[in-house]
């Protein structure tokens, strides 16, 4: 009788090991779909890069918004600021270390550059803020889409993008807003097609 019962218990103790290997695996597939994308240098530099370039925008706009009575200016910057913070998730998430300086002052000199020329040839007139407004935008499709171009990070990729779409309908509403002045805003950074394609476009819903 023992011996029979010990026989029998043999394959009870193999399915029972079987199934808590097979626990293990679960555990550790499911462990490896938490970990963390990998996150590169030129990821890092793209997302220290860019969180300056929407300070750039949210700044320009809150000086000329002191400035001028246009709605956009109080609007967009609202949204700049949205973009900062969506950018500043980011470098939280993958604990990277950045800086974010006081209103009209980047890290970034040509970024520095650009601010400094803004505040001056936006206080001349609304005509030269509203070019500025759209200049800002223009840049900056221009410069997510260099860096959508260099990552392969899905994060990354989703924040970007989710930007770049908030500046095609800032580029349009600054557009309109000249044409409808009878002035016309010639594109800086776009090529005349990536314009036209992004003007003749319907406001986009970003989220």
Excluded at 32 to 57: G, P, R
Excluded at 182 to 194: A, I
């Amino acid at each position: 009788m023992k011996k029979l019962q010990l026989f029998g218990a043999v394959p009870l103790l193999i399915f029972i090991m079987s199934l808590t290997f097979l626990s293990s695996c679960t555990d550790d597939d499911n462990d490896n779909e938490n970990v963390s994308q990998t996150i590169t240098e030129s990821d890092k530099a793209a997302l220290i890069f860019m969180l300056e370039e929407e300070k750039l925008a949210r700044d320009t706009y809150a000086y000329l918004d002191g400035l001028w009575t246009i709605n956009q200016f109080t609007n967009i910057m609202n949204s700049e600021q949205t973009h900062m913070n969506a950018v500043e998730n980011l470098l939280i998430q993958y604990n990277l270390d950045y800086t974010i300086l006081p209103v009209g002052e980047f890290e970034n000199q040509d970024l520095q550059n650009l601010y400094n020329q803004f505040v001056i040839d936006g206080a001349i007139n609304t005509t030269n803020a509203l070019h500025i407004g759209a200049t800002i935008e223009d840049l900056d499709i221009m410069d997510l889409q260099s860096n959508l171009d260099a990552t392969t990070n899905s994060d990354v990729i989703s924040v970007f993008e989710m930007l770049q779409c908030g500046s095609r309908n800032h580029l349009r509403s600054f557009v309109s807003t000249i044409e409808i002045s009878g002035d016309t805003y010639v594109p800086q950074y776009l090529t005349q097609e990536e314009f036209n394609l992004i003007i003749s476009g319907s406001h986009e819903q970003c989220n």
